[in-house]
């Protein structure tokens, strides 16, 4: 069964002009990746807000991503928008 993943951050004041091109040049390659089976991003303006969410096939998966990302410098560029570094939490689906 896959995993749900939700990062929440803020974005710096004045930042988002440079996030929304860096996000839709990096996304392609989120989708791509070994594992990933969907990635939104919402933004809300007011308080500068972003959640992404994503589906992973599992936790391990986005785990072998997210050590990619943090190799090649993709994380840092990510956080430099930010005010912090991301809330990163895991869900597992419930059927009920």
Same mark, same amino acid.
């Given at each position: 069964?896959?995993? +749900?993943?939700?990062?929440?951050?803020?974005?710096?004041?004045?930042?988002?002009?440079?996030?929304?091109?860096?996000? %839709?040049? =990096?996304?392609?390659?989120? =989708?791509?990746?070994?594992?990933? &089976?969907?990635?939104?991003?919402? $933004?809300?303006?007011?308080? =500068?807000?972003? &959640?992404?969410?994503?589906? +992973?096939?599992?936790?391990?998966?986005?785990?072998? $991503?997210?050590?990619?990302?943090?190799?090649?410098?993709?994380?840092?560029?990510?956080?430099?928008?930010?005010? %912090?570094?991301?809330?990163?939490? $895991?869900?597992?689906? &419930?059927?009920?």
């Amino acid at each position: 069964m896959s995993i +749900w993943v939700t990062l929440e951050m803020e974005v710096a004041k004045g930042k988002f002009g440079e996030l929304e091109p860096f996000l %839709a040049e =990096r996304l392609p390659a989120v =989708r791509g990746f070994d594992g990933a &089976l969907s990635v939104t991003v919402y $933004y809300d303006e007011e308080t =500068r807000s972003l &959640l992404i969410a994503e589906e +992973w096939l599992s936790k391990a998966h986005h785990a072998s $991503y997210i050590q990619a990302i943090s190799e090649n410098g993709v994380m840092a560029q990510l956080v430099s928008f930010m005010t %912090a570094p991301p809330k990163v939490q $895991y869900f597992k689906r &419930l059927v009920i």
